[in-house]
């Protein structure tokens, strides 16, 4: 309690989004999202709040962020192209398929990204599946195996 006291005394002079980039390079997580909370316009405290959490490591609370956004009403490319990097590096496809779809059409400025995300999206899908493929392929082994072991107990029960 006291640190989070102490965070808000120490950046009330300037809590906005400059702010918490600022102490979130600094390493400061909990001073940056003090001042990100602080910030006014609420794009620009989702923009603040989701940089603190993606910075800090915390790639799932980077994607409630998001989502906490999207609820309240607070929507820009920018949080839809974050949302597009860190599912990627979750390798969640369908949460990066669904920014993607967001981002269709957004302009040349973030036409580059989407075509990046585009392709890694194609080359996930394929690594997902050849993932599920080696799965099913190996419960069938082991299925096989299994039933033979069986077989081979029960034909070696029955000679005795």
């Known amino acids: 309690m006291i640190p989070l006291l102490l965070a808000s005394v120490l950046v009330s002079a300037a809590p ?21 909370d602080a910030e006014s316009d609420a794009v620009k405290r989702a923009q603040a709040r989701l940089y ?16 906490d956004a999207r609820a309240a009403g607070a929507d820009s490319p920018w949080l839809d192209e974050r949302e597009a990097f860190v599912a990627l590096s979750l390798r969640d496809l369908s949460r990066l398929r669904a920014a993607l779809e967001r981002l269709r059409g957004t302009g040349p400025d973030l036409a580059q990204a989407v ?11 394929v690594t997902l599946e050849a993932r599920d493929r080696s799965v099913r392929h190996a419960r069938w082994v082991a299925l096989a195996f299994g039933l033979a072991a069986l077989a081979g107990g029960a034909w070696l029960s029955r000679r005795e």
């Not at 989004?17 to 990100?36: H, K, M, S, Y």
């Not at 585009?118 to 899908?125: I, T, V």
């Open 16 to 36: 906005d989004l400059d702010t918490a980039i600022a102490l979130a390079r600094q390493g400061r997580f909990a001073e940056a999202l003090v001042a990100a």
């Open 52 to 67: 603190v959490r993606h910075h800090a490591g915390d790639l799932d609370g980077a994607l409630r962020e998001i989502a």
């Open 115 to 125: 075509a990046h995300y585009r392709a890694e999206a194609d080359a996930l899908a």
